[in-house]
């Protein structure tokens, strides 16, 4: 986008956008839809008008248009920049294709390179998911409903405080602590634990580990949300009728959080299929993971179209497969927003 | 038989705090007894000390004669019913009624039979398959009774289980709790700070006060022979004046007040010399227009403030010597004429309406 037309496009859009919100909020008015003092009657037009630009703004260029653009280039073939918009640029599904039957070989076998490394993506995201699962209910139950103030408050900051630290210095520190010569592996071999130093980096215990920990806030902070609005009493009333411990979280609290539960998952999920720096550093030599293929197809292959057609693939699925999770447990997507 | 409930010197404390101080109690069998006191007065604490949620810090619980000791709430013989009631928002009602017998492993079949007669018996019928939510304050509140009733415990606790509920549903809840109590024949330890729902139910009532059991009787016990100041106070309605002894005799004894000299009943033997207080109730005080004539009767002069008439009661409030305010209450039924707020009265009251105790150390 350049040019006059460019900037007539950014300055022109919100606007519109504006302007339909405005026609919309005339229009359920008169249909009685809506009462009561109206968006620009409580926040005055000067701010009624700034906020829905710049959300108009916002969610139109920084989330909508790239997203298309990455979409539309994912049906395009590879080409040189001299034949773009040329006879050759068609709409095509040839990047697609790739995915199923593709090789730097041929194009007729099945690509069961890069079909493994995905299904090996979901498949572990989902492990990941449900690890951390595990590792975050204890906490998040401990922290919302029997922990003090004050422990409440030094275990929110022994949780957040390491996320201070960059992600991918993070990835490294794992890969220092897991290494052959790392202080894990010489803590073991000095306790005379093992012999022979444990290659954890290849056996993908680092992957896991570091993805885990990635994501645990996601996991930790809906959950705590959830758990802790249960009323305590609720907890009292289930043992008092006799309830073991494990009666009452998986049918009170696991039900009651169940909102909190799904978001968590979904985040860990979603953002665990799409990780790029704990695999990039942390995944062990044998281990092709999804992300990094599709890295590779934007900056090794320099074939920008087919990169985008496997991450549309990936995000594709992730999305289904979050919605059928959601279906199966009888969740809206409106409530795991709460 | 066992009795239901036993307490044996239980202290509580959390911290510095001391809330349960020596409790000493028998609660026998089948029995309505109630806990009364105001917020904070150890009740609650006392309550789930019986339902296991708190171990106490010293002394010991039985239960049907066996100590409850180390012995977790999902494993004694215990219902309680929660001020909020509790209920499991995301099941029905039939399944909150069902959800004691299930975590016990009782078959379906058995469990819905079960939970049938119990929606039948708190008038529920209709509304096994509802949400709770759906269901109004009183019908949650019986959802909650037959909750706690299925598991069969020998003894259902009941903690102020009323007090979210409006005047009218209270006053008819209070009769059909009484009403399941006498069915069901278990005994019911109910916690309340409303005196009128501690003597309308209960068999016996305990009255305590910081964490200290001042009195335990039956209804007209606490308020006609209270033991206590507190109780004195606590229960009903109560004009105290303080003085110190000056004679006893024979179960009475004469108190010197700033008002004048006063005489009552010495039913916990007060000496001469000691520090009093004597209580009279509003209703038994007399009042009569004009000043006495010298050597009249126990009494003294009082300037009405306020006259509240109420139908078949009037409340007056006094005004007297030393500024103190007292309360009478007259009834219609006397025939007596009404005082006018600014009249000087005289107020008198018989010796065995006056009822003299030890004046606490730090009232």
């Keep these: ?338 | 038989m066992a009795a239901a409930v036993e307490l044996e010197g239980v202290n509580v404390t959390f911290g510095d705090f001391v809330a349960v101080r020596d409790a000493n109690l028998t609660i026998e069998p089948g029995e309505f007894f109630s806990f009364l006191g105001p917020s904070g007065c150890g009740k609650t604490t006392l309550l789930r000390t019986i339902s296991g949620f708190i171990e106490p810090t010293r002394g010991s619980v039985r239960i049907g004669g066996q100590d409850m000791k180390g012995i977790g709430p999902n494993r004694r013989p215990t219902a309680l019913i929660f001020q909020n009631l509790a209920l499991f928002p995301m099941m029905t009602v039939a399944e909150n009624i069902g959800y004691g017998l299930r975590v016990r492993g009782v078959p379906r079949h058995e469990r819905d039979e079960k939970v049938k007669n119990l929606l039948i018996q708190v008038a529920l019928s209709e509304h096994g398959h509802k949400k709770v939510s759906e269901l109004s304050g009183g019908q949650k509140q019986r959802v909650a009774i037959a909750r706690a009733l299925a598991v069969e415990p020998s003894v259902l606790l009941l903690d102020e289980p009323l007090s979210a509920l409006d005047l009218k549903l209270r006053q008819h809840m209070r009769t059909e709790l009484r009403a399941i109590q006498k069915k069901v024949g278990i005994t019911f330890i109910y916690i309340t700070h409303d005196q009128g729902e501690a003597l309308t139910m209960s068999d016996r009532i305990a009255v305590m006060n910081a964490g200290v059991i001042e009195q335990v009787g039956d209804g007209r016990a606490v308020y006609a022979e209270p033991r206590t100041p507190f109780v004195a106070s606590f229960v009903g309605e109560n004009n105290q004046i303080r003085g110190r002894i000056s004679d006893v005799a024979n179960g009475q004894a004469t108190l010197e007040t700033p008002l004048g000299t006063l005489k009552g009943r010495n039913p916990v033997g007060l000496k001469t010399g000691e520090e009093a207080l004597i209580f009279v109730r509003p209703e038994s005080l007399k009042l009569q227009p004009g000043t006495p004539a010298n050597g009249a009767t126990a009494g003294f002069e009082a300037e009405a403030v306020d006259v509240a008439f109420e139908g078949s009661v009037t409340h007056v409030t006094l005004r007297v010597r030393t500024g103190q305010k007292i309360t009478a209450t007259l009834s219609a039924a006397s025939g007596l004429a009404l005082p006018v707020p600014g009249e000087t009265l005289q107020i008198g009251f018989a010796p065995q309406d006056g009822l003299l105790l030890a004046r606490p150390e730090r009232p």
């Design chain 1, 1 to 338: 986008m350049s040019g006059p037309g460019g900037l007539t496009l950014v300055l022109g859009l919100p606007l519109a956008v504006a302007l339909i919100f405005f026609a919309l909020s005339a229009y359920e008015r008169r249909t009685g839809l809506i009462s009561g003092p109206g968006f620009f009657q409580r926040n005055g037009l000067a701010v009624g008008l700034y906020l829905v630009i710049a959300v108009g703004f916002w969610a139109f260029f920084v989330i909508v248009l790239p997203q298309l653009a990455m979409v539309e280039m994912s049906f395009r073939p590879k080409l040189p920049p001299s034949q773009m918009g040329g006879p050759k640029d068609i709409y095509t599904l040839e990047n697609y294709r790739y995915f199923l039957f593709g090789s730097t070989t041929s194009t007729a076998s099945w690509n069961w390179l890069h079909i493994k490394a995905f299904f090996l993506t979901i498949a572990v995201s989902i492990a990941i998911t449900l690890l951390n699962f595990a590792i975050c209910y204890p906490i998040a139950f401990h922290m919302a409903q029997s922990a003090s103030v004050g422990r409440l408050r030094i275990l929110l900051l022994l949780l957040i405080l390491p996320y201070w630290v960059n992600e991918i210095l993070r990835a490294f520190a794992f890969r220092v602590l897991l290494s052959s010569g790392g202080v894990i592996n010489q803590a073991l071999m000095g306790a005379g634990l093992t012999a022979e130093p444990i290659d954890f980096l290849a056996a993908d215990v680092g992957l896991y580990m570091g993805l885990s920990y990635a994501y645990l806030l996601m996991m930790v902070f809906p959950l705590y949300n959830a758990i802790e609005s249960l009323d305590k009493n609720q907890i009292e009333a289930a043992r008092d009728l006799g309830a073991p411990w494990w009666h009452i979280h998986a049918f009170i609290v696991m039900p009651h959080a169940k909102p909190g539960i799904a978001s968590g998952c979904t985040l860990v999920f979603m953002l665990c299929a799409g990780a790029l720096a704990a695999p990039l550093v942390l995944g062990g030599p044998r281990t092709l993971w999804f992300t990094p293929i599709v890295y590779d197809r934007f900056y090794q292959a320099f074939n920008w179209p087919q990169g985008a057609a496997y991450a549309f693939i990936l995000l594709m699925t992730c999305i289904a497969f979050v919605l059928l999770v959601l279906k199966a447990f009888r969740l809206s997507l409106g409530e795991i927003t709460r």
